[in-house]
């Protein structure tokens, strides 16, 4: 099933970290850093698998591991352009909510 997200490239700000999400298909995104707000490099990009879950129309539940083991839970609403997010990232959980919108 081709979600709504798929051949698009958004935009999140979560404050400090900002990064751009590209959905190559159901199961690959690509996310390139902007600004890693202390927690990863500027410019860090990567391609991972992922698994999304529509859980009402224009909101997704999006998941993935990146190669570091950090683990990444989205909740990305098309609707209102918010986003939250939960990661693990060096052993610590961190909670960040902010924008997200289609570039």
Do not use: C, Q
């Amino acid at each position: 099933m081709a979600h709504e997200l798929v051949g698009k490239t958004f935009a999140v700000d979560l404050g400090a970290l900002r990064v751009k999400l590209t959905y190559e298909t159901d199961e690959r995104m690509t996310f390139v850093v902007t600004s890693g707000g202390g927690m990863t490099s500027d410019g860090h990009t990567e391609t991972v698998d992922v698994e999304i879950v529509e859980i009402r129309p224009r909101a997704y539940l999006v998941s993935w591991r990146e190669a570091s083991g950090a683990t990444v839970v989205h909740v990305e609403d098309l609707a209102n352009s918010t986003l939250r997010s939960i990661l693990t990232l060096d052993g610590e959980l961190h909670r960040l909510a902010g924008t997200f919108k289609e570039i």
